[in-house]
């Protein structure tokens, strides 16, 4: 209990958890779509850009899934795997302090992290332009900490909740009422968390996905924030969850409030 009281502490005053530079997404998947659909989007992006492409650390709820996603990748990428790595707490040191070496100059040649939450506390990976959460968090705390490795460089970051169904079972009130939220400003339902709120200056296209549609700036950047995911998604992405909320949508959404 101490313990915990503690490490709420100690997270609030290392760490603002409004990010303005990181604008917010959410994205949900039926739980039958593949890993390699899901994640289709990255490994076109990897095949383009190679060691040029911009850094994703992607986070895993276990290890069990990061080797699971590690391995996905490497079926798809073959000698371009070079490019992506695992971090997690069964990881060797040397391996660990391999990847830290690496992470820490901002053109290394890791271009994608697949971690656990070991890599979300105590390392500073460097040019990290991409957080993704695959599966939510069990609390507000370690998301903050996690989505917030992005854009330590102060310029535009993008964070993005990929999920489905089955990922939601042990989450606290305020991960849950941040992943079933469809209306609600993303970074307001954050602040709220800790009785805090957004600053209403900021730019709605850079703050979230919800406040991005109702964005009337007319910038000529306005509509050009915006993640990788969506930019490269295959069609199975919109015969799921785009689609707007069917009845297996519904289904889904009750085993969250188990
Ligand atoms: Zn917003
Ligand atoms: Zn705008």
């Known amino acids: 209990m101490q313990k915990k ?47 040029l492409c911009e850094r994703f650390l992607i986070f895993c709820p276990s290890i069990k899934t990061c080797s699971e996603l590690f391995s996905a990748l490497r079926m798809e990428l073959g000698q371009l795997i070079k490019h992506v790595d695992m971090f997690h707490s069964q990881s060797p040191d040397t391996i ?32 990290i ?34 999920f489905n169904g089955k990922q939601c ?5 305020d991960m849950k009422t941040y992943v079933l939220n469809e209306e609600t400003c993303r970074r307001e339902i954050i602040l709220s968390a800790y009785k805090s709120k957004p600053s209403p200056n900021r730019i709605p296209h850079m703050c979230c996905d919800i406040c991005a549609i109702k964005c009337a ?13 969506f930019k490269y998604k295959i069609p199975i992405y919109s015969s799921d969850s785009d689609t707007d909320f069917d009845a297996d949508d519904m289904l889904d959404d009750t085993e969250i409030s188990d």
């Not at 997404?25 to 899901?38: E, N, Y």
């Not at 079972?169 to 009130?173: A, F, G, P, Q, Y």
């Not at 007319?218 to 995911?229: G, N, R, T």
């Open 96 to 127: 660990k302090e391999k990847i830290k070496e690496d992470m820490r100059v901002e053109n290394g040649n890791i271009r994608v992290l697949v971690a656990t939450s070991a890599a979300g506390m105590g390392v500073n990976f460097k040019a």
């Open 5 to 51: 009281f503690c490490m709420k502490d100690c997270l609030e005053i290392v760490q603002n958890p409004d990010r303005e530079n990181i604008k917010l997404f959410v994205h949900k998947f039926k739980s039958t779509v593949s890993l390699c659909d899901t994640f289709y989007f990255l490994i076109h992006l990897i095949k383009q850009e190679k060691e």
């Open 169 to 173: 079972r042990k989450l606290d009130e």
């Open 217 to 229: 700036c007319k910038s000529s950047d306005c509509s050009d924030v915006v993640h990788p995911f």
């Open 129 to 162: 332009k991409y957080v993704i959460n695959y599966g939510p968090p069990r609390d507000m705390d370690g998301f903050v900490q996690q989505f917030g490795r992005a854009g330590r460089d102060e310029g535009v970051a993008m964070a993005i909740l990929l």
